[in-house]
């Protein structure tokens, strides 16, 4: 079986614009998390998706949005970047979202804000 | 929410001996308890897990014990090797169904 893909793996934007990430979780997996890693705060949970419905949600502000497709496939969205928002954008497939599952990580997407 | 605090931050060791890396967590829901190795530039990999209903569990080298009592669980890795080096991390599941993780500690096994 093929991994969690996340594209693109590499991206620099500035100040103000928008960017859209993607991830294709494992076959037959329909749950998608997404992370943050930053250096000073490590891994911080930002949404969860299932059956393309958003189930829980970090404490981030509203300019990190996602969404769900039919396919399990997930993106998420950053509007109006900020110079802080420059991270590791990690998401994590799982079967289903119960607890005990464990969750499988992609590469990463790495948004550099200048 | 879920709160997990991670120490230590940075953890030096000779190859050969133990490390201890512990967690302490503040939701008594949280029921699934993970440990991820991150290396530098990789995704993190899980490399142990433990559930309430369980004190203790051991995988070759690698052992992770929990106490519900006291909301605290540790990463015990014996007979360190070079290519344990890495950045560990836990992290505490509950109700809520989302992964809550600590900071991060950097283990580095001297040879």
């Known amino acids: 079986k093929a991994g969690v893909t996340q594209t693109p793996r590499y991206l620099i934007k500035t100040r103000g614009q928008q960017v859209t990430l993607s991830c294709s979780p494992i076959?037959?997996?329909?749950?998608v998390s997404w992370y943050q890693q930053t250096p000073g705060q490590g891994l911080q949970f930002l949404f969860e998706y299932f059956s393309e419905t958003q189930r829980n949600k970090g404490n981030f502000p509203g300019r990190f949005s996602g969404r769900q497709f039919s396919n399990s496939r997930s993106e998420m969205n950053v509007s109006t970047l900020e110079l802080g928002d420059s991270a590791l954008y990690l998401c994590?497939?799982?079967?289903?979202?119960?607890?005990?599952?464990?969750?499988?990580f992609g590469p990463g997407t790495r948004l550099t804000v200048l | 929410g879920e709160n997990v605090e991670q120490h230590p931050s940075t953890l030096s060791v000779q190859e050969g001996d133990s490390a201890v890396i512990k967690c302490t967590y503040s939701?008594?829901?949280?029921?699934?308890f993970p440990w991820y190795k991150q290396e530098l530039g990789k995704r993190p990999q899980l490399i142990i897990d433990?559930?309430?209903?369980?004190g203790e569990k051991k995988d070759q080298r690698i052992a992770v014990t929990l106490n519900k009592t006291a909301k605290h669980f540790s990463l015990h890795i014996t007979e360190t090797q070079p290519e344990d080096s890495a950045v560990y991390f836990c992290?505490?599941?509950?109700?809520?169904?989302?992964?809550?993780f600590g900071t991060g500690t950097r283990l580095t096994v001297i040879p």
């Open positions: 939701d008594s829901a949280s029921n699934y």
């Open positions: 433990i559930r309430s209903n369980v």
């Open positions: 992290a505490a599941r509950g109700g809520a169904n989302n992964l809550f």
């Open positions: 994590a497939s799982s079967p289903v979202p119960s607890a005990g599952d464990e969750q499988f």
């Open positions: 076959s037959g997996h329909r749950s």
